[in-house]
C-alpha cells in the first residue's frame, strides 16, 4: 500500500531533550517535507527536501533540523525542543517538486512540557 | 506570495442540509486550488482539486467545488449533509509555476464543520 508513515504518533518530552519523529515513504516520490499544525493557524511549512541531500527552510524552521540521505526517508529533528514547539505534525511528499498532488502521514503529536 | 482565506473557523449544519464552507485566494498567476479533509485523529485526505478545464469539479463522498476566477474564490459544497462529513476542511493553493519549495503549497487555516442531528 502506498503511504507516508511517521513515528511516534504521540510524544510527551521535556524542555531541552533532544528527539527525533521519523518519516518514510513507499513511493519514491522526490518531494517530501515537513508542516506543523496549530489551531487558527492551519498548516505551516518547516522544512521541505526536493531531493536527496536537497533540503531547505519553509515558513517557520527555527528550531528544527532534517535530513535526506535517503529517498525515503525524512527525519525532523529538535535539537532543544520548547514548550512553543508543542503541535501536531504531519510529513508529506509528492512524487516531483511541481506535482500537485500531496500525500501526508497520520500525524505526530508533540508535546513538550 | 499566495494566501488563502477560508470564511468561518467553525460551520455547523444540520444533517441533510446543503454544505457551504467558503475559500478565497489571492495568487500572481492562475494558480491550483485543492480542498483537504482531516477527520479527527487522522492525516490530511485530498478531497478534490482544481488545476485546468472545467471549472466545477467533482470529488470523493459528494463534495463539489467550483472555481471562479473572477471572484478568486474556490468555495466546497454538497447538497446534503451527513454525520460522517464532520471533519477539518483545508483549502490550498499552488502555484504551478513555483517548482515545489517553500511556495508550493499554501493552506488557510481550516474550517471546523459540525453536524448537527
Known amino acids: 500500500e502506498a503511504q507516508v508513515t511517521q513515528n511516534p504518533r504521540y510524544l510527551i518530552t521535556v524542555t531541552g531533550k533532544k528527539l527525533t519523529v521519523t518519516c518514510s515513504q513507499n513511493?519514491?516520490?522526490?518531494?517530501m517535507s515537513w508542516y506543523r499544525q496549530d489551531p487558527g493557524l492551519g498548516l505551516r511549512q518547516i522544512y521541505y527536501?526536493?531531493?536527496?541531500?536537497?533540503?531547505d527552510k519553509g515558513d517557520v524552521p527555527e528550531g528544527y533540523k532534517v535530513s535526506r540521505k535517503e529517498k525515503r526517508n525524512f527525519p525532523l529533528i529538535l535539537e532543544s525542543p520548547s514548550p512553543n514547539q508543542t503541535s501536531l505534525y504531519f510529513c508529506a511528499s509528492r512524487v516531483r517538486p511541481n506535482s500537485y498532488e500531496q500525500y501526508f502521514g497520520p500525524g505526530t503529536r508533540l508535546t513538550v512540557t | 506570495a499566495q494566501s488563502v482565506t477560508q470564511l468561518g473557523s467553525h460551520v455547523s449544519v444540520s444533517e441533510g442540509a446543503l454544505v457551504l464552507l467558503r475559500c478565497n485566494y489571492s495568487s500572481s498567476v492562475p494558480p491550483y486550488l485543492f480542498w483537504y479533509v482531516q477527520y479527527p485523529n487522522q492525516g490530511l485526505q485530498l478531497l478534490l482539486k482544481?488545476?485546468?478545464?472545467?471549472?466545477l469539479v467533482k470529488g470523493i463522498n459528494g463534495f463539489e467545488a467550483e472555481f471562479k476566477k473572477s471572484e478568486t474564490s474556490f468555495h466546497l459544497t454538497k447538497p446534503s449533509a451527513h454525520m460522517s462529513d464532520a471533519a477539518e476542511y483545508f483549502c490550498?493553493?499552488?502555484?504551478?509555476?513555483?517548482?515545489?519549495?517553500?511556495?508550493?503549497?499554501?493552506f488557510g487555516k481550516g474550517t471546523h464543520l459540525i453536524i448537527q442531528p
Open positions: 482544481y488545476t485546468t478545464g472545467a471549472t
Open positions: 513511493m519514491n516520490h522526490e518531494y
Open positions: 527536501s526536493m531531493n536527496v541531500e536537497v533540503t
Open positions: 490550498a493553493v499552488s502555484d504551478p509555476y513555483s517548482g515545489g519549495g517553500a511556495d508550493g503549497l499554501t
